[in-house]
């Protein structure tokens, strides 16, 4: 079963930048897709980014929230089996609790898709 462990994350200043990283041990991540998901306080859990399976292929489909469009990109290194999302110009409403998920999901961003999750990061910005 693939284990997933975040890194990354941190305190910055708003409008700053940070790049999570999902390293697997397990099975390759390049047989999953691998979501990124968010959780503030009080506030439901957020699927945020996605970046489609490997398992061979060399053009990778990702997906975006509205909420993150433009500003955060997913990427793979098959070569470590890791999925990072580096996070630019970064908001105070982007505090949260970051976690990276693993499955094969028919809605990418839907979080109840995804059975294998990292224990999640804490990205704080302040203003």
């Known amino acids: 079963q693939v284990q997933l462990v975040e890194s990354g994350g941190g305190l910055v200043q708003a409008g700053g930048s940070l790049r999570l990283s999902c390293a697997a041990s397990?099975?390759?991540?390049?047989?999953?897709?691998i979501g990124w998901f968010r959780q503030a306080p009080g506030k439901e859990r957020e699927g945020i980014s996605c970046?489609?399976?490997?398992?061979?292929?060399?053009?990778?489909?990702?997906y975006y929230a509205d909420s993150v469009k433009g500003r955060f990109t997913i990427s793979r290194d098959r070569a470590t089996n890791t999925v990072y999302l580096q996070m630019n110009n970064l908001r105070p409403e982007d505090t949260a609790f970051y976690y990276c998920?693993?499955?094969?999901?028919?809605?990418?961003?839907?979080?109840?898709?995804?059975?294998?999750w990292g224990q999640g990061i804490q990205v704080t910005v302040s203003s």
């Open positions: 998920a693993a499955d094969l999901p028919v809605y990418p961003l839907d979080a109840s898709e995804y059975h294998h």
């Open positions: 397990g099975p390759s991540l390049d047989y999953y897709a």
């Open positions: 970046i489609s399976r490997g398992d061979g292929e060399t053009y990778y489909t990702t």
